[in-house]
């Protein structure tokens, strides 16, 4: 049976840390907007603060629907799924919004996470704040076995200069604006900050 808790305490915080992949939900507000969920992976990538706070790596290389929808209405879910051990789903409502290269937190954010995790198409940190923790049971969850990271992302980003990141994130459709028009990424891209 399910349950909801006033925050991510250690049971739930070291079961968010143990999966190898997480998910996120957004949406506009209007009513023939895209929903957009999204599959989240990359050892490292996502750090729990506190016990209502969270923050992943938002990196280049598909649209830009989960940070338009958070500038335009912040609503955000994240959920995780054990496809190993005990069956558990585990869901953070929230508030998100995404911290951009150019913001004055971004450093700081950025030194909270592994740095191997850390990559070159780097484009915007996403915080949550947790409004509703929950989990539930993941019976009809599968049961599969992580192997490890595909290492295609790192491997074709990490080859090229943030300017030529830069200019990859302003060719590519649904960056700057959603799939339904509203603002995303920021372009041009605000140059990293020096470390």
């Given at each position: ?92 409502h ?49 049961l ?51 470390a």
């Amino acid at each position: 049976m399910g349950k909801t808790y006033e925050r991510i305490d250690g049971r739930l915080r070291a079961f968010i840390e143990r999966q190898p992949v997480f998910f996120t939900a957004t949406a506009p507000l209007a009513d023939d907007g895209h929903v957009n969920v999204s599959p989240k992976g990359r050892s490292g990538t996502l750090v729990v603060i506190d016990e209502l706070t969270l923050a992943y790596l938002d990196f280049g290389g598909s649209t830009a629907e989960t940070i338009a929808h958070l500038r335009e209405n912040g609503r955000i879910t994240l959920m995780w799924c054990a496809f190993t051990g005990p069956p558990t789903v585990v869901r953070v409502h929230g508030r998100g919004e995404a911290v951009f290269r150019d913001d004055p937190r971004f450093a700081g954010l950025v030194g909270r996470f592994d740095p191997a995790a850390d990559g070159s198409a780097l484009r915007a940190i996403v915080l949550v704040h947790a409004e509703r923790v929950s989990d539930s049971c993941g019976f009809a969850v599968p049961l599969m076995d992580y192997r490890e990271d595909r290492s295609l992302h790192a491997d074709y980003f990490d080859r090229k200069t943030d300017p030529e990141f830069a200019t990859y994130c302003e060719g590519k459709d649904h960056v700057g604006t959603s799939i339904d028009g509203m603002p995303a990424l920021p372009l041009p891209l605000p140059p990293r900050p020096a470390a």
